[in-house]
């Protein structure tokens, strides 16, 4: 008798940068390794550092990014990365 080799569904996980304002929760963009997430949502907070003042002053929400796993299943039906600034043509997307 064979022995069965469970295989793995490591290709399945993904790791989300998340923008939130609010209570609003928006998938920003997707990696496959929690460095390239980590770099990314680096990169997104301190873009938001340097326009912090101009977003206030145009009373645009001043989103807030995390890292955190997902799944291919679990991204929104025709999802699309968001603007490091969490906002396009005046509207938090």
Same mark, same amino acid.
């Given at each position: 008798?064979?022995? @069965?080799?469970p295989v793995g569904?490591?290709?399945?996980? @993904?790791?989300? =940068?998340y923008a939130t =304002?609010?209570?609003?929760? #928006?998938?920003?963009?997707?990696?496959? +390794? #929690?460095?390239?997430?980590?770099?990314?949502?680096?990169?997104?907070?301190?873009?938001?550092?340097?326009?912090?003042?101009? @977003?206030?002053?145009?009373?645009? %929400?001043?989103?807030?990014? +995390?890292? *955190? %796993?997902?799944? #291919? *299943?679990?991204?929104?039906?025709?999802?699309?990365?968001?603007?490091?600034?969490?906002? @396009?043509?005046?509207?938090?997307?």
């Open positions: 008798m064979r022995d @069965l080799i569904r490591d290709d399945d996980r @993904l790791w989300a =940068v =304002v609010g209570r609003t929760n #928006r998938v920003a963009d997707v990696y496959r +390794s #929690r460095a390239a997430a980590l770099a990314d949502r680096d990169w997104r907070a301190q873009q938001v550092r340097a326009y912090e003042d101009f @977003l206030r002053r145009s009373r645009q %929400p001043v989103p807030h990014y +995390s890292v *955190a %796993p997902i799944t #291919r *299943a679990e991204l929104p039906r025709k999802w699309t990365p968001l603007p490091a600034l969490g906002f @396009l043509r005046g509207q938090f997307i």
